[in-house]
C-alpha cells in the first residue's frame, strides 16, 4: 500500500513529501529538545525563587520581629513578600493555622494557564519548604515556602506558541514556493513527456524547447536529435517504399501488357484455329470427322477457359480502365458489380470533390482498397448496409477514405488476414495511415489516408523514369 502510495506520485509532489517529513521530523526534535530546556531551566527557576524568598523571609522576621508583637508580626508577614514571583508562601501561627489564605504573590505575572499534557511535561516536581518564626526567643509560627510553576510554564507555553506559529507560517511559505519552483523545474519533463507521446504516434516532427537545467538540456538536446534520425530514417523509408510500390506498379503493368498484347491474341488465334479444324473436318469421312470435330470442340473450350484465366489476372494485376477511367466512375463500377453479387446488402457510394486521378500509385491502391473492403463486408460481415465516402481535403493535401458496415464486427481475437495486411502495407508504403476498428454489434470502420500532394508528383517522376529506364 505504501509503495503504491509512494510510487504513483509526481515527482514534484514526492520531493514535496520528503521535505514535509524532514520538516516534521525537525519539528519533534526541536519540540524535544524545548521541552528539555523548558524543564530544566523552570526547575533553575523555581529553585533560585524558594531561595530567594527563603532569604527574604528571614530578613523580614528580623526586622519586624524587632518592632511588632507575635501576632502582628504573622499579620504583617504576608504583606511583606507580596511581591515574590513563582513562589507560594503560607503565615501558619504555632498551632499550624494559617494567618492568612495561600495565593500567589502580587508580583506574579498573569499568564493563560499552559494545557496539562505540556505542564506535566515541564513542571519540576515541588517539595514545601518550613522556615520557622522565633519572636523573643519563642517560636511563634512558621512560613511554608512552596514553588509555583504554573506561570513559568505558561510563560514557555506563550513563547512555543509564538515561535510554532511563526515557523508554520514559514514553513508554509517555503513549501508553496518550492512547490511552484519545482513545477517550474521539472516542467520540461512533463514537456519530454509529451514528446515521447508524440514519437509513440509517429509524430517524428516534434522539436522540445530548450530548457534551462543543464542536466534537461542534455536530456532534450538528445530528445530533439533522435527525433531529428527517426524523421529522417521515416523519409528515406517512405521514399524506398513509393519506389518499391511504383517498380511493383510498373512491372505488374507491364506484365499486364504482355498478357493483354501476347497472350490474348494467341488464345484468340488457337481459338479461331480450332474452329477452322472443326469446320474442315466435315470434308473427312464420318468417323475421322466425328473424332476431329470432339477434339477442336475441347481445344476451343479449353481456350476459353484459359482466356477467362487470362482475364482474371489482367484484373488482379490492373484494372485495364486504370490511367483511362476517372477513378470515381471505376469506383462506381466497383460498387454496381459487387451490389449485383450482393442485392441483399445496400451499397450506398459517397464521392465528395474526387479528382480523376491521382497518379497510378495511389489511384490503384484506393481500388484496391475498396475492392478489398467490399470483399470482406460480403464474406464475413452479415452487414445490411455498406458506407462507403471519399473526401480529398485539398487543403492539407490529403485524400480521405471511410468504409463502414452495421454488421457483426471483428472479433477481439481476431487476427489480420492477407488482404488487410496488403491495404495497410500499400497505404503507408504511401505515406499514409490505414486504421480498422471494430465494435460488436455496430459493424466496422476502415479509415484510410492518403497524402496526395508533392510526394506523389515526385511518386509519378519515379514511376516515368522507371518507365523510360
Request: aromatic fraction near 4%; charged fraction near 20%; charge should be negative.
Amino acid at each position: 500500500m505504501l509503495y503504491g502510495l509512494w510510487h504513483g506520485r509526481s515527482i514534484r509532489l514526492q520531493l514535496l513529501l520528503v521535505l514535509v517529513l524532514v520538516d516534521l521530523f525537525a519539528v519533534l526534535l526541536t519540540g524535544t529538545v524545548m521541552i528539555f530546556r523548558a524543564r530544566a531551566q523552570t526547575r533553575i527557576e523555581m529553585a533560585a525563587s524558594v531561595h530567594l524568598a527563603e532569604l527574604l523571609v528571614g530578613d523580614a522576621a528580623k526586622f519586624l520581629s524587632q518592632q511588632l508583637t507575635a501576632e502582628e508580626f504573622l499579620r504583617a508577614l504576608p504583606t511583606q513578600l507580596r511581591s515574590m514571583r513563582h513562589v507560594r508562601i503560607v503565615v501558619k501561627d504555632a498551632a499550624g493555622t494559617p494567618v492568612s489564605a495561600p495565593r500567589p504573590m502580587l508580583g506574579a505575572r498573569e499568564h493563560a494557564p499552559a494545557p496539562a499534557w505540556f505542564a506535566a511535561l515541564v513542571a519540576p516536581s515541588v517539595e514545601p519548604h518550613n522556615i520557622p518564626m522565633i519572636a523573643a526567643g519563642q517560636p511563634v509560627g512558621q512560613v511554608e515556602i512552596q514553588g509555583e510553576p504554573a506561570d513559568e510554564i505558561a510563560e514557555v507555553w506563550e513563547n512555543l506558541i509564538a515561535i510554532g506559529s511563526v515557523g508554520t507560517l514559514l514553513n508554509i511559505a517555503i513549501i508553496g514556493i518550492l512547490y511552484v519552483l519545482f513545477g517550474r523545474v521539472l516542467d520540461p519533463l512533463t514537456v519530454l513527456a509529451a514528446g515521447l507521446s508524440d514519437l509513440e504516434h509517429e509524430s517524428y516532427n516534434v522539436r522540445l524547447p530548450q530548457p534551462y537545467p543543464r542536466e534537461l538540456a542534455i536530456i532534450v538536446a538528445r530528445f530533439n536529435a533522435l527525433a531529428r534520425s527517426l524523421e529522417t530514417a521515416r523519409a528515406e523509408n517512405l521514399t524506398l517504399n513509393r519506389r518499391l510500390i511504383t517498380a511493383q506498379d510498373d512491372e505488374r503493368r507491364r506484365t499486364a501488357l504482355e498478357l493483354h498484347d501476347e497472350v490474348g491474341p494467341c488464345l484468340f488465334g488457337l481459338k479461331v484455329c480450332a474452329s477452322s479444324i472443326a469446320a474442315a473436318a466435315d470434308e473427312f469421312p464420318e468417323k475421322a470427322a466425328k473424332k476431329m470435330s470432339e477434339l477442336a470442340r475441347e481445344i476451343v473450350a479449353t481456350v476459353e477457359h484459359l482466356q477467362a484465366i487470362n482475364r482474371t489476372m489482367l484484373d488482379r494485376l490492373r484494372p485495364m480502365a486504370l490511367g483511362h477511367v476517372p477513378l470515381n466512375e471505376m469506383l462506381n463500377q466497383l460498387v454496381r458489380d459487387r451490389a449485383r453479387q450482393s442485392p441483399q446488402i445496400s451499397f450506398r457510394l459517397s464521392v465528395e470533390r474526387l479528382a480523376p486521378s491521382y497518379g497510378d500509385s495511389v489511384d490503384l491502391t484506393v481500388y484496391r482498397c475498396v475492392q478489398e473492403s467490399l470483399t470482406n463486408v460480403i464474406r464475413h460481415s452479415q452487414a445490411n448496409n455498406v458506407d462507403i465516402e471519399f473526401h480529398d481535403d485539398g487543403d492539407a493535401a490529403l485524400l480521405k477514405l471511410t468504409i463502414h458496415d452495421d454488421g457483426c464486427g471483428v472479433g477481439p481475437g481476431a487476427s489480420a488476414g492477407l488482404g488487410i495486411r496488403g491495404m495497410q502495407e500499400r497505404v503507408e508504403g504511401l505515406g499514409g495511415r490505414y486504421r480498422l476498428r471494430s465494435e460488436t454489434g455496430r459493424g466496422t470502420w476502415v479509415d484510410i489516408t492518403i497524402p496526395v500532394g508533392e510526394s506523389q508528383t515526385a511518386c509519378r517522376g519515379d514511376s516515368e523514369s522507371l518507365q523510360s529506364s
